[in-house]
């Protein structure tokens, strides 16, 4: 079993900059993609950003330029600094992990997510 915990999110006014991280515990072997999705009110799932083991990474468009994503592997950590915050930035935060565990088993987790708004 894999549990990932995520933390950071909280209230910023518009402008200002959030640091969400996201740690993967249980048993792993390894992680290949690490991301992060967001959900607002009444809207679809999006993917936010995503970053590979080999360190390729991926921007949804309309957070090029403002969010950061990184990694730690040997912590199993990954991050997502959000800079610049708007309030359509507004969501919940969900990390993902793409997890070979030590059984040698595929499996995709998911954090519970944590929420961000931003609003003067």
């Known amino acids: 079993q894999v549990e990932l915990v995520e933390s950071g999110g909280g209230l910023v006014q518009p402008g200002g900059s959030l640091r969400l991280s996201c740690a993967a515990s249980?048993?792993?072997?390894?992680?290949?993609?690490m991301g992060w999705y967001r959900q607002a009110p009444g809207k679809q799932r999006e993917t936010v950003a995503v970053?590979?083991?080999?360190?390729?990474?991926n921007y949804a468009e309309s957070v090029k330029g403002r969010f950061t994503i990184s990694r730690d592997n040997a912590k199993n950590t990954v991050y997502l600094q959000m800079n610049s915050l708007k309030p359509e930035d507004t969501a919940v935060y969900y990390c993902?992990?793409?997890?070979?565990?030590?059984?040698?088993?595929?499996?995709?987790?998911w954090g519970q997510g944590t929420q961000v708004t931003v609003s003067s």
């Open positions: 993902v992990a793409d997890v070979v565990s030590l059984d040698s088993e595929y499996a995709e987790y």
């Open positions: 970053k590979t083991s080999e360190g390729t990474t």
């Open positions: 249980g048993s792993i072997l390894v992680i290949n993609d």
